[in-house]
């Protein structure tokens, strides 16, 4: 159920309501837009039938919220929500581009990826510690060591940094380290896991599962939402089909539905979606034309060695004409790189 409060309501007519959606049971979530207040009472909407809401001081509307999902249904929040993370403001007009390797491999090599994509426009620095691979004998990540390696390579040059969390132990070191949470495809529906960033108030960036709808991608941030915990970006990064040509399909219509859907910042991963480094372009340019808030694109000094995902990889000097070519997309939506 959404409550709108009235235009200049005080926060003791808010908290008045809030304590009666409580007291009947339902747990209550604040969105404070520029115009207006609205809650959302969550839970068993029959236990509020007693109460006579729309009849409350400062209720302008009582609205139930059809949707599955609810707290991140733009009905739930028109305006688009801006997650900020160190002074970056991500779903805003400027696209934000997360740029780096697949994996962490070595300090040296992490710092001059980390040196390059920021020359070339990157806002934020990728790098996968704990690494998802379908075969227990590739490569499995570096662990704490390449937190710390990520931790130098932010130092050097003051890029914010993700990583995947794969495993809910892991959760206070990750959270240590890190400026945004990775939760990767494998893992959109380990429920568990979700609740449990859901908890922590660091941003979160959630890819949608391979064979994973867009409904069932919006299940997931519900989850995240459900406990507390708003600062959700989603990522496309291509879903499995019969198509053998490219890793995976690149689902561009899920990001226009998405922004009808909900109110999160929608990045797309062009790098997974491919699985090759000639696609990275061509998809990223479309991504930014459909209305992608910010792209997520493996970034590898030498792609011909890397330890994992290098066929998907683009060099240094590749990213950087494609960002050129992007702020050139950009430029005709009106937002900015
Ligand atoms: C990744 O970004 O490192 C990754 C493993 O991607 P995905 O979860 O989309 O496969
Ligand atoms: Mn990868």
Redesign the pocket.
């Known amino acids: 159920m959404i409550i709108v409060i009235k235009k200049g309501s005080t926060d003791e007519v808010v908290n008045h309501v809030v304590e009666k959606i409580k007291s009947a049971g339902l747990a209550v979530h604040i969105s404070k837009g520029k115009e207006r207040t609205i809650i959302g009472a969550i839970g068993d909407e029959g236990l509020l039938a007693s109460i006579p809401l729309q009849a409350m001081p400062g209720v302008e509307k009582v609205m139930p919220i059809l949707k599955p999902y609810k707290l991140v249904s733009r009905e739930f929040r028109s305006e688009d929500s801006v997650v900020e993370v160190d002074g970056l403001k991500i779903g805003d007009k400027q696209i934000q581009i997360i740029a780096g ?3 962490v491999e070595n300090q040296d090599s992490l710092t001059a990826a980390a040196v390059e994509v920021k020359a070339g426009g990157a806002s934020i620095l990728r790098g ?1 510690a704990f ?1 998802p691979r379908t075969s227990p004998y590739d490569f499995q990540g570096l662990g704490e060591e390449g937190l710390k390696y990520l931790r130098e390579a932010k130092k050097a040059t003051g890029l914010p940094i993700i990583s995947e969390l794969m495993d809910p132990r892991d959760l206070d070191l990750m959270c240590d380290y890190v400026d945004i949470l990775q939760i990767g495809a494998r893992n959109m529906q380990n429920f568990r896991l979700l609740k449990d960033v859901g908890r922590t108030k660091k941003p979160v960036l959630l890819k949608r599962g391979l064979s994973s709808t867009i409904k069932e991608l919006l299940m997931s941030a519900e989850y995240i939402a459900s406990q507390g915990n708003s600062q959700i970006i989603l990522c496309e990064r291509g879903i499995r089909t019969y198509e053998t040509a490219t890793r995976n399909t690149l689902d561009l219509s899920a990001i226009p539905i998405l922004k009808e859907e909900t109110h999160l910042p929608i990045f797309v991963d062009p ?2 979606a491919a699985g090759r480094w000639d696609l990275v372009a061509p998809l990223a340019k479309a991504a930014v034309a459909v209305g992608a808030d910010g792209l997520m694109i ?1 970034v590898h000094t030498d792609p011909e060695n890397a330890l ?2 290098g066929a ?2 683009l060099k240094p000097t590749k990213f950087s004409i494609l960002m050129e070519e992007l702020r050139r997309v950009a430029l005709a939506i009106d937002r900015t790189i």
Do not use: A, I
């Open positions: 390797p697949c994996s996968g690494k790098s997974h493996e994992c995902d998907q990889s």
